[in-house]
């Protein structure tokens, strides 16, 4: 017997396919995001954007590379869990206790499994996510729509996608002790 299946019956069966899985999770899916270096680290980078799939409290590396590579789910109990550079590689990110220290609003998540550590806050207009990684900085102007929305409500999962470097190359500002990045995030539906 042999299958013939034709390009528009595969489409079918992968979206349906993908539209099964996020049933399955019980997850409302928000829709896909394109991060996009401001500007690129080089005028002839051939990958200049990140594509991301968002559910409730979910996010999901789609291109480029392979999609298992990082996922990051916030659990019910506030910890972001999930894989990170390869399926399997479980890995558990938590929200550090309040300190007065930081800035108002901040928060402050430390991997249990490694050294990573990220502060990220929703600046006061709501239009930017703002992240410390290390010695890096990232600023990320939002978009509208629905997956937006729901990282000005989480906005630790767009952190730990960049304090992780799943983002594309971006030229770096070096104006003193941090790197500064800037993305844009704009809706890909």
């Known amino acids: 017997m042999r299958l013939n299946l034709t390009v528009g019956r595969y489409l079918a069966l992968v979206v349906f396919a993908c539209g099964a899985a996020a049933c399955a999770s019980g ?3 928000l829709g896909v995001v394109d991060v996009k270096a ?3 680290r080089t005028s002839t980078q051939v990958i200049v954007d990140y ?3 968002i559910t409730d409290g979910e996010i999901a590396l789609e291109s480029p590379g392979n999609p298992t590579v990082f996922d990051l789910t916030e659990e019910s109990d506030g910890c972001l869990r999930g894989n990170v550079n390869r399926a399997g590689n479980l890995q558990e990110i ?4 309040a300190s007065n220290s930081g800035a108002p609003g901040s928060s ?6 490694s050294v990573l550590v990220f502060t990220v806050q929703l600046s006061a207009d709501h239009s930017r996510i703002l992240i410390d990684a290390g010695a890096s900085h990232g600023e990320f102007l939002l978009g509208k729509g629905a997956a937006a929305d729901e990282l000005r409500k989480h906005p630790e999962l767009l952190a730990a996608a960049f304090a992780y470097g799943y983002l594309p190359p971006a030229n770096a500002t070096d104006d003193g002790p941090m790197l500064d990045y800037r993305y844009i995030v704009s809706s890909a539906n």
């Open 38 to 40: 401001s500007p690129p």
């Open 94 to 97: 938590c929200r550090l206790p």
């Open 27 to 29: 997850r409302k899916d």
């Open 51 to 53: 594509t991301f799939h």
């Open 108 to 113: 402050s998540w430390k991997s249990a499994t």
